[in-house]
């Protein structure tokens, strides 16, 4: 059965509907500490499937994607005496999407589920493509499946109480699709800023929408990331580094924020690289310079970043670090590879770009 999308002002209907026609299985629904404390009481007032749904409430950080915590929530699913035709409903951001979806997708070989995002990030980004899993040994979703939900279930009034950062981190996602898609929706997108007064959760909806089908046209051609899916690590090698150097120096920052740093960085790249128009590579760099600041940065810190990227786990020959690269807007190129000396001009250019 294909996944569903729905958007909806109304997820607790939609939820209730949807289990309705699905015959009224039994569900449970995997929180955070955070949806469990904000959006799982309103949803379980408002939802006769929530109400009735048991409960596993899961840590929330990235490093809580991790084993014991799965462990947890397998334990719990035992307890509950969970079956395959049984429904977990994700209530929360990518980790709880991630954990949660792994967690259902090896229960017993599998239980159906359904994703409900919280976070702009998660909506736009663990929506579609199934991806599911956890962090193992250092590195970053060692384990998991591809497996799709039931459904996912995507809201505005889950983001209207989201913090001015986490609407931006899932911002850098959408510009990310705008830029494997056209040109339209990219300038667009860098002429608002969600930051806005005017730019309430309603004006985000329709964006969402046009990222997720991004997304999905990507992923429907290539779910197992053999090929095109690729595309969508684009801005992430520079990013993930810059997200792991933050973290080395104990100043984690937001996922978005680093792969927001790491499209800049790699649009220089695809400039140096494959000729990608320097005026976008400009637009990209001073809007980001402007809405997410700039990652703090010196010549003393390129080891570490290359050092970073070449252990990505996309990463095949340790000589060549391996990048999604775009030759222009809506022409993403993937398998592209660069040498340490190109990555360092590169990076000293964002530096320029972003006044340091
Ligand atoms: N987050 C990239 C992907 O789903 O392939």
């Given at each position: 059965m294909e996944q569903q999308l729905i958007y909806t002002a109304s997820p607790a209907s939609a939820l209730d509907d949807l289990t309705q026609r699905l015959g009224s299985p039994r569900c449970v629904i995997i929180a955070d500490v955070n949806t469990a404390g904000l959006v799982l009481p309103t949803l379980k007032a408002e939802s006769e499937t929530a109400a009735a749904a048991p409960q596993i409430i899961i840590k929330s950080g990235d490093a809580d994607k991790n084993l014991n915590e799965l462990t947890g929530v397998w334990r719990q699913m035992d307890s509950l005496r969970l079956g395959r035709k049984d429904i977990v409903i994700n209530l929360g951001g990518g980790v709880v999407t991630d954990l949660g979806g792994f967690a259902a997708a090896t229960f017993k070989r599998g239980l159906r589920c359904i994703n409900m995002p919280t976070t702009v990030l998660a909506a736009v980004d663990a929506s579609v493509g199934g991806k599911t899993g956890i962090n193992f040994n250092g590195v970053k979703n060692l384990i998991g499946t591809f497996t799709e939900p039931l459904a996912t279930i995507i809201s505005g009034r889950f983001f209207a109480t989201l913090p001015p950062r986490e609407i931006l981190s899932g911002y850098a996602e959408i510009i990310k699709h705008s830029l494997l898609e056209d040109d339209r929706t990219f300038t667009y997108l860098l002429h608002h800023s969600p930051a806005e007064p005017a730019f309430s959760t309603a004006g985000l909806l329709p964006l969402i929408q046009t990222s997720v089908l991004t997304k999905k046209r990507i992923c429907d051609a290539d779910l197992r990331e053999?090929?095109?899916?690729?595309?969508?690590?684009?801005?992430?090698?520079a990013g993930h580094a810059f997200e792991a150097l933050a973290l080395r120096r104990q100043a984690p920052v937001p996922h978005g924020y680093a792969v927001a740093w790491g499209m800049v960085t790699e649009l220089i790249l695809s400039h140096m690289l494959l000729n990608f128009p320097s005026e976008y590579v400009a637009l990209l760099a001073r809007y980001v310079t402007e809405n997410?600041?700039?990652?703090?940065?010196?010549?003393?810190?390129y080891p570490e970043l290359l050092e970073l990227m070449s252990h990505d786990k996309k990463n095949t020959d340790p000589e060549k670090i391996n990048f999604t690269l775009l030759e222009a807007v809506g022409r993403p190129r993937i398998d592209c590879t660069a040498d340490p000396e190109r990555i360092k001009v590169a990076l000293d250019i964002y530096r320029d770009f972003s006044g340091q």
């Open positions: 053999s090929g095109i899916r690729k595309a969508l690590n684009f801005g992430h090698t997410y600041g700039a990652f703090d940065l010196s010549c003393n810190d």
